[in-house]
Nanobody, 115 residues
Framework: QVQLVESGGGLVQAGGSLRLSCAAS????????MGWFRQAPGKEREFVAR????????SYADSVKGRFTMSRDNAKNTWYLQMNSLKPEDTAVYYC????????WGQGTQVTVSS
């Protein structure tokens, strides 16, 4: 069983930055896809970013491209989402997930961007 724990959310002014972390535990990781999604009030959960565990290849939603960067620390089984130039429309609960023999989700962390 895989457990994912996000951290790093909070309140920030527009134009500011936050870094989210997702720590994974429960088994040995050698492959899969790590991802970030978000869900704003009244909206469906949407894709933000993903990274291949093995290759490190990333892809981003158009709405965050150039502002958000996903990275990882394999030794810590942790991946990150660096969010710069934040906008009020980035306000949402951010979830990390991991696809490897199953799809696992974290509990979510709130990001609020004030104008």
């Amino acid at each position: 069983q895989v457990q994912l724990v996000e951290s790093g959310g909070g309140l920030v002014q527009a134009g500011g930055s936050l870094r989210l972390s997702c720590a994974a535990s429960g088994r040995t990781f050698s492959s899969g896809v790590m991802g970030w999604f978000r869900q704003a009030p009244g909206k469906e959960r949407e894709f933000v970013a993903r990274m291949s565990w093995s290759s490190g290849t990333t892809s981003y939603a158009d709405s965050v491209k150039g502002r958000f960067t996903m990275s990882r620390d394999n030794a810590k089984n942790t991946w990150y989402l660096q969010m710069n130039s934040l906008k009020p429309e980035d306000t949402a609960v951010y979830y990390c997930n991991f696809l490897s023999g199953g799809l696992y989700w974290g509990q979510g962390t709130q990001v609020t961007v004030s104008s």
